[in-house]
């Protein structure tokens, strides 16, 4: 049995010690945003925050999350969509297919937690995530605009 913290509230789980965290929030808690990409934590599709964190879950066995840390997916990052990152992501038109851009949101908004004025080069290092449509410059937009502070998408 597995006690996570997952958007503040305490989960129990029955699963295997070294089920990939992905497959804990898929699977069994129905947190279907986290994707499956390549399973080997190299395109960032399954990025969750724990304690703040971006990481890939697919990576991370259940066992090796504590009940005291923090983890975040993209259904808790903002439910109602308020989140900066999620603002500038729409107002920019950010994805194409969408795949991989929950994993990208949440890449972006520890991002701006850890750096709330990264660089280009701050951003190209940081963002390691792949997006097979190739919106990395819009990527990079957004997380310039949601960086700025500007009123996204306010009522005028």
Not at 3 to 11: E, H, K, P
Not at 42 to 54: E, S
Not at 61 to 80: F, H, M, N, R, Y
Request: glycine fraction near 8%; proline fraction near 5%; charge should be negative.
């Amino acid at each position: 049995m597995a006690t996570l913290s997952i958007n503040g509230a305490i989960r129990e789980v029955e699963v295997e010690p070294e089920t990939p965290l992905l497959w804990v929030l898929r699977e069994q808690l129905g947190l279907t945003g986290t994707k499956y990409g390549c399973g080997i934590a190299q395109c960032g599709a399954c990025t969750v925050h724990i304690d703040g964190l971006a990481v890939r879950s697919c990576a991370v066995p259940v066992s090796s999350v504590t009940a005291e840390q923090k983890i975040t997916t993209i259904e808790g990052l903002s439910p109602d969509g308020s989140h900066p990152v999620q603002k500038a992501w729409l107002a920019l038109d950010v994805p194409q297919c969408g795949f991989c851009q929950c994993g990208m949101v949440m890449a972006a908004a520890a991002l701006l937690k850890a750096n709330p004025h990264p660089t280009d080069a701050d951003i190209d290092a940081e963002i390691t995530n792949i997006c097979r449509c190739g919106t990395y410059n819009r990527v990079r937009e957004a997380i310039k605009t949601a960086a700025s502070g500007s009123q996204i998408g306010s009522a005028s």
